[in-house]
């Protein structure tokens, strides 16, 4: 009969960040089951979400249960890290409310249960264990005593660093729609973006997508229809700086966070013409499409009818003319690209702006040869927010794939040029409405 270790029992706790994307959890500590010490590094040698991770040993809803639980742990895994010749350290961490330096000092003391053998080592320790407390949500109403308590070994930390080195503030070439440092690492992550991957961004603006791309390794190159961004040409979109630089480019960004090796390139293209050779090209595909509200939604083209001009006149200055690019053929665009060019269990991860009041899950977006892996919510204000959502190719195109949105109705949403836009302005205008009313009421 197999012996059964109860290492393979063995929960681990994530201590999860709440400023990443506007959603709100009943408490920023997760238990999760069913995974290696192993799997718990790979997850936080990528995560942007996540503080730490730690090898739960006991938990309690006071300090009383917390010792019951802890004297139950298994001795034969404590004792590996708690004999003589170790050395260690204890941390107490507290949600939602700071602790007095002698309120933490009697929190350590108070665990002289636990059998520690080994010598403390405040700066370099062997091992490092960690109390922590959650106080709850609401800063406003912060409890006497803590509503969880939990005590465990520490694994290691993620990858919030990411965030500040990477910020778009200290960024060399940024435009007014860069994208969040923290959400182009949490996009890479959904993308599952490793080593040698070549990630393309049909709407590349400014790059922050291929930035994060190319810390995990990956080969980036993108596309965009804006001439002066894709050149770095034009308006600057800092203060007290009118005109870019003349190194404010994409390649400069890579060249700033040392990764310029893995960029591939750029170029100007518009995302609604074929441009690439029929060929899965592609390992993942990370892009966050206009929405007509920062940006405009412009494709090449004309509704007139327009002589061409004679073969080899002006073809190098010409400027094509441009026209409306609606939502709806934009996703349609993007989804019928994805499948043509991504590998087969390549992923796409977009933006999908909604109105809140009108959104339904049926709205998303589908397409015969991607499966829909995951939709998150980012709100935006009151009335609108927008969607993560990551598909992955499940099978290969065929001949009819493309017009399948013609009978979906999940694109009637967004028909019509500045669908959102339209109802994103209109929500504001009636918020500017109802306060100007409130503020005329109060002046009576």
Not at 3 to 25: E, G, I, P, V, W
Not at 71 to 76: E, G, K, R, T, V
Not at 230 to 247: A, C, E, F, V
Not at 286 to 312: M, V
């Amino acid at each position: 009969m197999a012996a059964f270790s109860s290492r393979s029992c063995l929960q681990y706790l994530l201590h999860l960040a709440q400023d990443n994307l506007d959603f709100r959890l009943p408490s920023p500590f997760w238990c999760l089951d069913g995974l290696s010490e192993e799997d718990v590094r790979s997850i936080m040698a990528r995560s942007v979400c996540a503080k730490s991770a730690f090898e739960l040993w006991g938990h309690g809803q006071t300090h009383s249960e917390l010792r019951t639980s802890l004297l139950n742990f298994p001795s034969d895994i404590m004792s590996p890290f708690m004999h003589k010749d170790s050395t260690y350290r204890i941390n107490v961490y507290t949600f939602n409310k700071t602790l007095l330096f002698t309120d933490r000092i009697k929190r350590i003391d108070a665990l002289e249960y636990l059998p520690f053998e080994g010598t403390v080592s405040l700066k370099n320790p062997q091992h490092i264990f960690c109390l922590l407390e959650d106080y709850g949500t609401d800063p406003n109403n912060i409890p006497e005593h803590p509503i969880y308590i939990y005590f465990g070994r520490w694994i290691a930390d993620g990858q919030r660093d990411l965030i500040r080195s990477h910020s778009v503030k200290n960024r060399h070439f940024i435009g007014n729609t860069s994208m969040d440092a923290g959400l182009s690492f949490i996009m890479a992550n959904h993308a599952r973006v490793k080593q040698d991957d070549l990630v393309f961004d049909p709407f590349v603006g400014t790059g922050s997508l291929l930035v994060a791309c190319s810390h995990f390794g990956a080969y980036v190159c993108g596309t965009d229809i804006d001439y002066n961004t894709i050149h770095g040409k034009g308006r600057s979109s800092r203060k007290n700086q009118k005109w870019r630089g003349p190194d404010e480019n994409i390649r400069a960004n890579l060249r700033q966070y040392g990764t310029q090796k893995m960029y591939v390139d750029v170029m100007v293209s518009d995302a609604s013409k074929p441009v690439w050779r029929d060929a899965a090209l592609f390992d993942a595909i990370i892009t966050d499409p206009p929405y007509g509200i920062r940006e405009a939604t412009r494709r090449t083209g004309s509704h007139k009818d327009i002589a061409k001009p004679a073969e080899g006149v002006f073809e190098e200055s010409h400027v094509p003319v441009s026209q409306a690019y609606h939502l709806s053929d934009i996703f349609t665009d993007l989804l019928n690209f994805s499948a043509h060019h991504l590998v087969m269990g390549g992923r796409l991860v977009y933006w999908l702006p909604v109105y809140r009041p009108e959104y339904c899950e049926e709205m998303v977006p589908l397409h015969p040869c991607l499966q829909l892996i995951s939709n998150c919510e980012q709100t935006l204000s009151s009335h609108t927010s927008r969607r993560l959502i990551t598909m992955e190719k499940i099978k290969e195109p065929e001949e009819f794939d493309c017009l399948a949105h013609l009978s979906d109705p999940r694109f009637s949403a967004y028909q019509g040029h500045n669908a959102f836009r339209e109802k994103y302005f209109c929500g504001l205008n009636k918020k500017s409405t109802k306060e100007n009313n409130k503020s005329d009421v109060s002046g009576d």
